[in-house]
């Protein structure tokens, strides 16, 4: 069985600053891993995902996340936050190809 | 057009009462999910269903119930309502895709806007 942790339920950021979302999982087999973003009442939209071959993944708006699996991370950052960037986001974990397990989410706030 | 569509968007039951959350889809996805999403907590697999006669429990299934009337509807009941029901239930669907090798994979989940559901 998998689980996910996400260090951080909120993080604060200055437009133009780093953003960096922490994730971490338990998996007993190599897995698939997910980042969504969830705007202000909308339902979650795929930033990006990890299946097999380059471990540095790129997707939506700037984000990337890179699989570690020594470290059994797969966190997410973006180099310039934008005031638009400003959402909750969540990590997600699947071993068997249908079954998401998601982490409990972490909010980011952009400072002007 | 919306891709995946949920309703009611919003609702207010009381406890007792039996309400159905209703989900549909125009991506032609085999599969389709029921979560909640309660803060702190991420999102919890309720049922997943990966066709119309293959229906199955998540790990929060107690206190619901499913039905998939046809490959684009998946609809999710509330027998009886209770409080610690409240929560934003969200509707998702996969479908056949391939993973960078070529390998037939269904993991990307495509999510509807959610029913924001208040039981009193």
């Known amino acids: 069985a998998q689980s996910v942790t996400q260090l951080g339920s909120h993080v604060s950021v200055s437009e133009g600053a780093l953003v960096l979302l922490r994730c971490n999982y338990s998996?007993?087999?190599?897995?698939?891993l997910f980042w969504y973003v969830q705007y202000p009442n909308q339902g979650l939209q795929l930033l990006l995902k990890?299946?097999?071959?380059?471990?540095l993944v790129k997707g939506i708006n700037g984000f990337e996340a890179e699989f570690k699996k020594s470290e059994t991370s797969f966190h997410l950052t973006n180099p310039s936050a934008h005031m638009s960037d400003a959402a909750e986001y969540f990590c997600a974990v699947s071993e068997d190809d249908y079954k998401l397990s998601f982490g409990a989410g972490t909010t980011v706030t952009v400072r002007a | 057009d919306a891709d995946v569509t949920q309703t009611p968007r919003n609702r207010i039951t009381k406890t007792g009462k039996r309400i159905m959350l209703e989900c549909s889809q125009t991506k032609g996805h085999d599969r389709m999910y029921w979560y909640r999403q309660d803060p702190g907590l991420g999102l919890r697999l309720i049922y997943y269903s990966f066709d119309v006669k293959d229906i199955n429990k998540g790990e929060i299934s107690d206190g619901y119930s499913v039905s998939r009337q046809a490959q684009a509807k998946f609809s999710l009941s509330l027998e009886s309502a209770i409080p610690n029901q409240t929560a934003l239930y969200f509707c998702?669907?996969?479908?056949?895709?391939?993973?960078?090798?070529?390998?037939?994979?269904?993991?990307?989940?495509?999510f509807g806007p959610g029913t924001r559901l208040t039981v009193l």
């Open positions: 990890y299946t097999t071959g380059a471990t």
């Open positions: 998702a669907t996969s479908g056949r895709g391939h993973g960078t090798s070529g390998s037939v994979t269904y993991n990307e989940q495509f």
């Open positions: 998996s007993s087999v190599p897995p698939y």
